[in-house]
């Protein structure tokens, strides 16, 4: 066994066909040439003849767990393993290309402020699937990670990129910042749990680059598919911590002008465990409100992050502010304390499950001050129930009696609600 310690370990986490393993251990023949590594390869549970394959070759170590752990967890087991200074972590669906890490190791080397430096990740026909990964306001979570660059021709390239976060397809880590941080959070997923080691490593101080002189093919469908669970997780970890930019301009684009004349409004919004589209539907209503309106969350309880958003979306808002309610309460108990703080002449309870567009106060508002106009009007909104526009005092008296109409696709008892509190409803179909 040699006795002195390689440059890198190459980390392989095989959790798929053989077919798949093998092409990548193949690649890695010309892809780390000239780099002095070991090879470990953590057979993650695997089914078919890899466990027996994985032993007889040369050159290889092999581990192996009796029961999936995921990625996270394989990766760290070959970390603990490894005596490299430096640690490449390959999914096994990955095809890195000849002199793939000799670019990486290089950066590692010249720098000792860059803590990881990962591949471009390119598609089977030739795309860009990821020069690193950057995160998205509103699109829809608070916090969304987006491939940078994808979709685009992988055209030969030499630059270096530095990103706030990559997966860990193609990826080489300081072994020292990867044990200070801790490796892999082994209760997630494989995408997010290399974006959390990478917002971590920053967190810390090291920097993280992309070279896109190395280049990894990468055989899975989609790079950053993370589940609901995983966006909620990193989304309630890193909200307020990570910068963000704001791909549809909400924050840049001026609001519209509103309608002259138009009574000042209170906007009340229930919530809970909305993350996936508060953020576009609060944003929205902001555009539409004068500096006379308020605007009021109510959170239900939400344990996703809902509160916490909200509560970082009404501190950079004047006109903004959140309710909490307990939870066993529900909807219906959030939606009347809302109602009851309305100040405003007018209220509109607006569920979050859509981004309202600009005007939508104004219109709905003006439908209730039109001549023989319905006191109230509503907009359906599946499957949340209904939004409502009247008088506070009339939507106020309609939560207090009956205030699961307000959460029902059916329009008819929205409409009795109304009606028994002396108001009459209009519908409006978007």
């Not at 290889?60 to 970390?79: I, K, M, P, Q």
């Not at 981004?355 to 039109?370: K, Y």
Request: aromatic letters at 4%; a negative charge; one cysteine or more.
């Amino acid at each position: 066994m040699p006795t002195e310690n390689p440059l890198v370990s190459i980390i392989v986490v095989a959790d798929g066909p053989w077919a798949d393993t093998f092409r990548c251990l193949q690649a890695l023949v010309s892809g780390a040439a000239g780099v002095s590594r070991e090879l470990l390869v953590v057979d993650d549970a695997t089914a078919d003849e890899t466990q027996l394959a994985l032993p007889r070759l040369e050159g290889v170590t092999a581990l192996r767990s009796d029961e999936r752990r995921g990625f996270a967890s394989a990766a760290n087991a070959g970390a603990a393993m490894a005596r490299g200074r430096h640690l490449a972590f390959l999914h096994g669906d990955t095809e890195p290309q000849p002199g793939w890490l000799g670019p990486l190791s290089a950066l590692l080397e010249a720098d000792p402020g860059v803590a990881a430096v990962a591949s471009r990740l390119v598609t089977p026909d030739g795309a860009v699937e990821s020069d690193g990964i950057a995160f998205a306001y509103a699109a829809p979570y608070p916090l969304t990670p987006v491939a940078h660059g994808a979709g685009a021709p992988a055209l030969p390239a030499d630059d270096v990129l530095e990103v706030p976060a990559a997966t860990a397809a193609a990826l080489l880590v300081r072994a020292d910042a990867f044990r200070a941080a801790q490796g892999f959070d082994a209760g997630h997923g494989a995408v997010a749990s290399a974006l959390d080691l990478s917002l971590r490593l920053a967190e810390a101080g090291g920097k993280l680059l992309v070279a896109r002189a190395s280049t990894a093919v990468h055989h899975a469908s989609c790079d950053v598919d993370i589940s609901d669970a995983d966006a909620t997780w990193l989304t309630r970890r890193w909200l307020g911590r990570v910068p963000t930019f704001d791909p549809a301009g909400r924050r840049e684009r001026p609001a519209a002008p509103h309608r002259a004349g138009r009574p000042a409004l209170s906007v009340v919004v229930p919530v809970r465990n909305a993350l996936q589209t508060v953020a576009p539907s609060l944003e929205g209503l902001a555009r539409n409100l004068t500096p006379q309106d308020e605007l009021i969350i109510a959170d239900a309880g939400s344990d996703d992050g809902t509160g916490e958003f909200a509560a970082m979306f009404a501190g950079e808002r004047g006109t903004a502010r959140v309710l909490q309610s307990p939870a066993p309460g529900g909807l219906e108990a959030a939606l009347c304390a809302g109602l009851m703080a309305a100040s405003r002449p007018l209220t509109l309870l607006f569920h979050p499950v859509a981004e309202p567009p600009d005007g939508f106060l104004d219109a709905l508002s003006a439908l209730v001050e039109q001549a023989d106009a319905p006191s109230t009007v509503a907009t359906p909104t599946p499957p949340a129930g209904s939004c409502v526009l009247g008088p506070t005092a009339l939507l106020q008296a309609v939560g207090q009696a009956s205030p699961g109409a307000f959460l029902m696709a059916d329009a008819a008892a929205l409409s009795g609600a109304v009606t028994a509190q002396g108001g009459r409803l209009g519908l409006v179909q978007q």
